[in-house]
């Protein structure tokens, strides 16, 4: 068949709702679309880690601070997952890794701030993991299909994670009024980033992954 016409079955197929597999034929504009967008959620699991791995030490008893470092080892996991995903559509993890190092590649903003004490794990936990569970649910229907099943497996361990920090936050909420202030004080300094999490207005026109159904919701819907 000629381009057009196998870009034209594609399209009809991605439209009524049908996946693509990584040895499908896709356009180049999807192939591309998807490794960096697969890539750069790779990224922010693993950049994501970091922040809350300086906080194992503060941990307030041993079972916070196995919870926590489960919760690190489960983001790191995911990275990993993800980073085989995007091997597929011709991208070396060793090529990604370098990227992300050498600052060729982007993670998600929110994690680019610091944490810098005990009740940041709180707020992570409940409010920018809780997020990060909206905007991957709505990707359980994406069109790319070896995604969408490791989001199933991560969506399952991101809703532990939300459990950890609810009950982090319900712990400091009711706790002395060292514990509240703590609470309320990383509350103020993260309210700003986690409402930013979604990101810009949405340009659907521009916006080649909705057109090819990877994302199914908009920034403003999520």
Not at 33 to 39: A, D, M, N, R, S
Not at 78 to 103: P, T
Not at 160 to 179: A, C, P, V
Request: proline content about 4%; overall charge negative.
């Amino acid at each position: 068949m000629t381009y057009e016409e196998e870009l034209s079955r594609f399209t009809d197929h991605v439209f009524n709702g049908g996946k693509v597999e990584a040895d499908d034929w896709m356009p180049d504009d999807y192939r591309r679309g998807v490794l960096k967008f697969i890539e750069m959620h790779a990224n922010s699991e693993i950049m994501g880690a970091i922040p809350e791995r300086e906080q194992i030490p503060r941990a307030p008893s041993l079972r916070r601070k196995m919870s926590l470092t489960a919760k690190v080892q489960d983001e790191v996991g995911h990275s990993q997952l993800l980073y085989r995903i995007a091997e597929d559509l011709g991208k070396s993890r060793e090529a990604m890794y370098s990227d992300l190092v050498n600052g060729r590649s982007k993670f998600h903003n929110v994690f680019h701030y610091p944490t810098k004490h005990w009740g940041d794990v709180a707020i992570i936990g409940w409010l920018i993991d809780g997020a990060a569970l909206v905007t991957q649910a709505a990707l359980l229907e994406s069109s790319y299909a070896p995604y969408t099943r490791v989001l199933k497996r991560i969506c399952a361990e991101e809703q532990l994670h939300l459990r950890h920090g609810e009950d982090i936050t319900l712990e400091l909420s009711s706790g002395t009024d060292g514990q509240r202030e703590m609470f309320q004080e990383a509350l103020n300094r993260w309210w700003l980033p986690i409402i930013h999490f979604f990101g810009p207005k949405t340009n659907v026109q521009k916006d080649l992954l909705l057109k090819w159904k990877v994302k199914t919701r908009t920034n403003e819907d999520l």
